[in-house]
């Protein structure tokens, strides 16, 4: 059993058609998905009727990002508070939320929260951020004991996340594993490259690789750079140089 997990696709349909083609070199049995896969991107409608139209095929596993739900249910007041941190993103989920039609938006807010799969004998928990939060962070430099204090209600083997943008791994002192698929739309890697995962399970055990992807980045920053909202060209230079972050 060979499992490929991708998050944080942010609308970029460019990073996408890459990974997924990569994903089938690799011959993968199951695609999970671990959210935000329209915020602040190139082709938000893209890459949410992508995901839309393998719904119900039985090799994909999908969950909802936060980011997912900001865009589902969008409101005045959460522009408003978004604005006083990051008026960028506030300019890009106002521009997000008025693209999305009903059926997409519906769509994103129904997605499962957080989903536990059992394959090869192994039980994934699937979140976006940790299982306590979907927005919480677990980054390369997470102290383990904070790492071990997020599963401290955990009885899945191996945990799967997203949300940072950024690869990494822990074990913990009682033996559970906990991933981060890093993001195949907006990496935040010093090379901005897609970074996926694959698992291979074989009678209980998992052998984890991040994959590295290049995509046409200047396609996707350019129209991103076409899209109507303020701040929409800071966005479309983070896709090229993701040390200069504009939120």
């Known amino acids: 059993m060979k499992i490929a997990v991708i998050s944080d696709i942010h609308g970029n349909m460019e990073a996408l058609e890459a990974v997924m083609s990569d994903i089938e070199k690799q011959q993968c049995d199951k695609i999970f998905v671990l959210g935000d896969y329209a915020m602040a991107g190139p082709d938000p409608n893209g890459t949410v009727e992508y995901f839309m139209a393998r719904k119900d095929n039985p090799k994909f596993e999908l969950i909802q990002g936060n980011t997912d739900l900001m865009i589902a249910d969008y409101s005045d007041g959460l522009y408003a508070k978004l604005k006083e941190k990051a008026p960028v993103m506030a300019e890009a989920l106002k521009n997000d939320a008025e693209l999305l039609n009903p059926i997409e938006k519906s769509f994103l807010k129904n997605l499962p929260i957080q989903l536990e799969i059992t ?114 060209d800071k966005l479309a230079n983070m896709l090229l140089n993701p040390k200069v972050r504009h939120f």
């Open 119 to 232: 394959e090869g004998g192994v039980k994934f928990l699937l979140v976006h951020g940790s299982p306590r939060k979907n927005n919480e962070d677990i980054l390369p430099d997470t102290p383990i004991e904070e790492v071990e204090k997020m599963l401290v209600n955990v009885g899945a083997d191996v945990v799967l996340c997203g949300h940072t943008h950024l690869p990494c791994g822990f074990q913990t002192s009682k033996k559970k594993t906990v991933v981060n698929a890093g993001s195949i739309g907006r990496p935040f890697t010093p090379e901005p490259k897609s970074c996926y995962l694959t698992i291979i399970v074989n009678n209980g055990e998992c052998l984890f690789e991040h994959h590295f992807v290049e995509y046409d980045k200047e396609r996707a920053s350019a129209k991103l750079r076409k899209r109507e909202f303020e701040g929409a």
